[in-house]
């Protein structure tokens, strides 16, 4: 039961990274380089943000998100 699962789980997976591949290059076929740029800069900068509120989250009390 757990390998349809599992396989389920890459084959989701998989789509994901392949539609952020074609959509970048998509986005590189439109844009300028410099404007390639600041998407990526904007996108590092989102990944880095939900990091450290993850990271936060994770040591801080569950009581101060009102979860008990």
Do not use: Q
């Not at 084959?11 to 740029?37: H, N, Q, T, W, Y």
């Amino acid at each position: 039961m757990a390998l349809p699962i599992r396989l389920i789980n890459v084959g989701i997976r998989s789509v994901v990274l392949l539609s952020r591949f074609f959509f970048l290059f998509a986005l590189a076929k439109m844009l300028d380089p410099a404007e390639i740029g600041k998407y990526g800069l904007l996108v590092a900068a989102v990944i880095i943000l939900i990091w450290k509120f993850l990271a936060y989250a994770k040591e801080t009390p569950k009581a101060f998100f009102g979860f008990g």
